[in-house]
């Protein structure tokens, strides 16, 4: 019965650190390539704000992420994400990447995001971040 409930204890955890979004931004944005990587567009969904969705439409957004699927795979897929800056304030943050793909090519990107209750979330910071 211990070995139970240690399971599920352990079980619960790891569910609770999966599911919300990353506890810094650059997690939540590596969590999110993978997501897309994956082709697990449900999950890569949930990394955009309530405010992103409604403004650009459920629909462009899964057509988008898929698309997004396909480059990578066109790519031989990411080699690796490496955090170039994280820069945090207050609500909102901006993460700029490096982007490594398995074919050689690389490419930069700056993205902006929000704390979303206790998640970061990707949304436009409004004018805050410079």
Do not use: H, R
């Not at 790891?14 to 567009?41: H, I, N, Q, R, W």
Request: with cysteine; hydrophobic share 35%; proline share 1%.
């Amino acid at each position: 019965m211990k070995a139970l409930f240690s399971f599920l204890a352990i079980s619960i955890m790891v569910l609770f650190v999966a599911c919300g979004g990353g506890s810094s931004p650059a997690d939540t944005v590596k969590e999110f390539y993978a997501a897309v990587e994956k082709g697990d567009v449900d999950k890569a969904m949930d990394y955009y704000t309530d405010d992103i969705i409604q403004m650009l439409g459920e629909e462009k957004i899964k057509t988008s992420l898929d698309e997004s699927k396909k480059q990578i795979e066109e790519k031989g897929g990411i080699e690796s994400i490496e955090i170039v800056s994280e820069d945090v304030k207050e609500e909102t943050a901006k993460v700029n990447i490096k982007t490594t793909y398995k074919n050689g090519e690389v490419t930069e990107e700056a993205i902006d995001l929000v704390k979303d209750g206790s998640s970061w979330k990707m949304g436009f910071s409004m004018g805050e971040q410079q």
